[in-house]
C-alpha cells in the first residue's frame, strides 16, 4: 500500500467530518509518522515544525517537575489533535511540555506553515480546531477538579473508569508505578488502593495488566 493510500486511509477513518478539498489537501501536504512506544515526542524547550494529528495509537502529554516527578494533562488518540502545538506554532513558541507514545503510535504529520492557510480556506477545519481547544480545556478541567476536590482513592478509580472507556476493553495494560505517575502518588499508596478497589470487586490485579470489572 502506497503511502498516499495509507493517508486517505487514517483520514477517512479517523477524520470522516472533514471536507473531501480538506482531505486531498491533507493527503498532498502532511506525512505518516510511526513513533514506537515509550519514545519521547515532544519536550520542553522545543521549537514545534509540524502539527501532530493522531490516527493509530496513544500519545501521553505532561508536565515535568524539576525532580523528576510527572504531572499528567490528558491522552491523545485517534482522531484527536494537538492543541498545544496548534498554540505553540500559531505563536511561534516553544513546547512547555512532554509528550510520549504509550503504544506504538502513527501520527499524521502537517507543516505548521499551513496552518494559516488551512484555517481560511477549510470551513471542517476551523470547526475542528474550535472543539479541540474546547476538548482539551475541559480534561484539564477534570483534571484540576479532581487534584483540588476528590481524595486519591475517587481519583483512582475516574482514571481507571477512563483508561477503560478509553481503550475500549477491559484489560488495561498499565503498571501501579505509571498510574502513580500520572496521578503524582507513589506506587506503595497507588498499589494499597488497587488492592482496595480488587477486595470491592471493582477490579482485578494481574501481573501485566489490569481487569476492569464495573
Known amino acids: 500500500m502506497s503511502d498516499k493510500t495509507n493517508l486517505e486511509h487514517f483520514i477517512d477513518k479517523n477524520f470522516p467530518q472533514f471536507e473531501p478539498a480538506l482531505k486531498r489537501f491533507l493527503v498532498n501536504s502532511a506525512s505518516l509518522i510511526r513513533i514506537p512506544a ?49 498554540i505553540c506554532a500559531t505563536k511561534q513558541e516553544t513546547s512547555e511540555i512532554m509528550a510520549k507514545a504509550i503504544d506504538d503510535t502513527i501520527v499524521l504529520s502537517v507543516p505548521i506553515g499551513l496552518m494559516d492557510t488551512m484555517m481560511t480556506t477549510y470551513k471542517t477545519w476551523h470547526y475542528f480546531v474550535l472543539e479541540t481547544y474546547r476538548s482539551r480545556y475541559e480534561e484539564l478541567l ?10 486519591m482513592d475517587q481519583r483512582l478509580f475516574s482514571y481507571l473508569q477512563n483508561q477503560y472507556q478509553k481503550v475500549k476493553a477491559r484489560e488495561i495494560k498499565i503498571t501501579h508505578s505509571e498510574i502513580a505517575a500520572d496521578l503524582n502518588s507513589s506506587r506503595e499508596v497507588i498499589s494499597r488502593l488497587l488492592k482496595k478497589m480488587e477486595q470491592r470487586g471493582d477490579i482485578a490485579l494481574y501481573r501485566s495488566y489490569i481487569e476492569w470489572k464495573k
Open 142 to 151: 477534570v483534571v484540576i477538579d479532581h487534584i483540588a476536590f476528590k481524595d
Open 38 to 86: 515509550g519514545e519521547v515526542v515532544m519536550r520542553p524547550g522545543q521549537y514545534i515544525k509540524n502539527m501532530m494529528m493522531i490516527v493509530e495509537g496513544r500519545v501521553k502529554l505532561y508536565r515535568e517537575g524539576e525532580d523528576g516527578g510527572e504531572f499528567f494533562m490528558y491522552y491523545l488518540e485517534p482522531g484527536n489533535a494537538c492543541a498545544l502545538t496548534m
